[in-house]
Nanobody, 131 residues
Protein backbone atom coordinates (compact mmCIF):
# COMPACT_ATOMS: atom_id res chain seq x y z
CA UNK A 1 0.00 0.00 0.00
CA UNK A 2 1.13 3.58 -0.63
CA UNK A 3 -0.01 6.91 0.77
CA UNK A 4 0.14 9.99 -1.45
CA UNK A 5 0.28 13.65 -0.42
CA UNK A 6 0.25 16.46 -2.99
CA UNK A 7 1.74 19.90 -2.49
CA UNK A 8 2.65 22.99 -4.49
CA UNK A 9 -0.71 24.18 -5.72
CA UNK A 10 -1.67 27.84 -5.67
CA UNK A 11 -2.72 30.89 -7.64
CA UNK A 12 -0.82 31.93 -10.76
CA UNK A 13 -1.46 34.28 -13.66
CA UNK A 14 -2.07 33.00 -17.14
CA UNK A 15 1.20 32.30 -18.89
CA UNK A 16 2.94 31.55 -15.63
CA UNK A 17 4.40 28.34 -14.24
CA UNK A 18 3.76 26.13 -11.25
CA UNK A 19 5.14 22.86 -10.01
CA UNK A 20 3.04 20.40 -8.05
CA UNK A 21 4.61 17.47 -6.27
CA UNK A 22 3.43 14.27 -4.68
CA UNK A 23 5.22 12.56 -1.82
CA UNK A 24 4.67 8.86 -1.42
CA UNK A 25 5.07 6.80 1.69
CA UNK A 26 4.78 3.09 2.10
CA UNK A 27 6.47 0.25 0.41
CA UNK A 28 7.90 -0.11 -3.06
CA UNK A 29 7.14 3.28 -4.59
CA UNK A 30 9.31 2.37 -7.57
CA UNK A 31 7.00 -0.52 -8.41
CA UNK A 32 4.07 1.81 -9.11
CA UNK A 33 3.38 3.67 -12.31
CA UNK A 34 2.19 7.15 -11.42
CA UNK A 35 -0.31 9.53 -12.89
CA UNK A 36 -1.69 13.02 -12.51
CA UNK A 37 -5.37 13.82 -12.94
CA UNK A 38 -7.35 16.99 -12.49
CA UNK A 39 -10.95 17.85 -11.77
CA UNK A 40 -12.61 21.20 -12.34
CA UNK A 41 -15.93 22.11 -10.69
CA UNK A 42 -18.83 20.35 -12.34
CA UNK A 43 -16.57 18.24 -14.53
CA UNK A 44 -15.33 14.69 -14.46
CA UNK A 45 -11.85 13.83 -13.33
CA UNK A 46 -9.56 13.85 -16.35
CA UNK A 47 -6.20 12.35 -17.17
CA UNK A 48 -3.26 14.75 -17.36
CA UNK A 49 -0.05 12.69 -17.45
CA UNK A 50 1.45 9.35 -16.51
CA UNK A 51 4.96 8.01 -15.98
CA UNK A 52 6.34 4.49 -15.92
CA UNK A 53 8.02 2.92 -12.92
CA UNK A 54 11.50 3.82 -14.18
CA UNK A 55 10.50 7.21 -15.54
CA UNK A 56 11.52 6.23 -19.04
CA UNK A 57 8.06 6.40 -20.58
CA UNK A 58 5.56 9.21 -20.23
CA UNK A 59 2.14 10.09 -21.58
CA UNK A 60 0.25 13.36 -21.72
CA UNK A 61 -3.22 14.48 -22.58
CA UNK A 62 -3.47 16.53 -25.75
CA UNK A 63 -4.53 19.58 -23.76
CA UNK A 64 -1.26 19.74 -21.80
CA UNK A 65 1.26 18.20 -24.20
CA UNK A 66 4.19 20.52 -24.74
CA UNK A 67 3.36 22.59 -21.65
CA UNK A 68 3.48 20.09 -18.77
CA UNK A 69 6.25 17.67 -17.79
CA UNK A 70 5.87 14.74 -15.44
CA UNK A 71 8.91 13.37 -13.63
CA UNK A 72 9.74 11.11 -10.73
CA UNK A 73 12.56 10.54 -8.28
CA UNK A 74 12.40 7.00 -6.94
CA UNK A 75 15.17 7.66 -4.42
CA UNK A 76 13.02 10.38 -2.84
CA UNK A 77 9.64 8.71 -3.41
CA UNK A 78 8.42 11.76 -5.31
CA UNK A 79 6.54 12.45 -8.50
CA UNK A 80 6.16 15.98 -9.86
CA UNK A 81 4.30 17.86 -12.54
CA UNK A 82 5.94 20.97 -13.96
CA UNK A 83 3.28 23.18 -15.53
CA UNK A 84 4.31 25.97 -17.90
CA UNK A 85 2.32 28.40 -20.05
CA UNK A 86 -0.65 27.94 -17.78
CA UNK A 87 -4.12 28.82 -19.01
CA UNK A 88 -7.31 29.63 -17.09
CA UNK A 89 -8.75 26.33 -18.30
CA UNK A 90 -6.01 24.53 -16.36
CA UNK A 91 -7.74 25.58 -13.16
CA UNK A 92 -8.67 22.46 -11.20
CA UNK A 93 -7.84 20.29 -8.24
CA UNK A 94 -4.84 18.19 -9.22
CA UNK A 95 -4.53 14.64 -7.93
CA UNK A 96 -1.65 12.21 -8.08
CA UNK A 97 -2.39 8.52 -8.29
CA UNK A 98 -0.52 5.24 -8.21
CA UNK A 99 -1.22 2.05 -10.10
CA UNK A 100 0.27 -1.40 -9.59
CA UNK A 101 -2.07 -3.19 -11.97
CA UNK A 102 -0.89 -1.05 -14.91
CA UNK A 103 2.77 -0.76 -13.89
CA UNK A 104 3.99 -3.66 -16.01
CA UNK A 105 4.66 -4.17 -19.69
CA UNK A 106 1.20 -2.97 -20.72
CA UNK A 107 2.15 0.57 -19.67
CA UNK A 108 4.50 0.79 -22.63
CA UNK A 109 1.75 -0.04 -25.13
CA UNK A 110 -1.21 1.93 -23.88
CA UNK A 111 -1.46 4.77 -21.40
CA UNK A 112 -3.42 4.23 -18.17
CA UNK A 113 -5.80 7.15 -18.76
CA UNK A 114 -8.78 5.97 -16.79
CA UNK A 115 -9.19 6.78 -13.09
CA UNK A 116 -10.30 3.20 -12.43
CA UNK A 117 -6.89 1.96 -13.52
CA UNK A 118 -5.33 3.52 -10.44
CA UNK A 119 -5.27 1.97 -7.01
CA UNK A 120 -4.28 4.84 -4.71
CA UNK A 121 -5.03 8.57 -4.70
CA UNK A 122 -3.85 11.66 -2.92
CA UNK A 123 -6.17 14.27 -1.45
CA UNK A 124 -5.54 16.80 -4.22
CA UNK A 125 -4.08 20.29 -4.44
CA UNK A 126 -5.84 23.33 -5.91
CA UNK A 127 -4.36 25.09 -8.92
CA UNK A 128 -5.99 28.35 -9.97
CA UNK A 129 -4.94 30.25 -13.08
CA UNK A 130 -6.21 33.80 -13.36
CA UNK A 131 -6.72 35.52 -16.69
Amino acid sequence: QVQLVESGGGLVQAGGSLRVSCAASGRSFSSYAMGWFRQAPGKEREFVAAISTSGGRTYYSDSVKGRFTISRDNAKNMVSLQMNSLKPEDTAVYYCAATSTRSGASFYYIAPRGPREYDYWGQGTQVTVSS
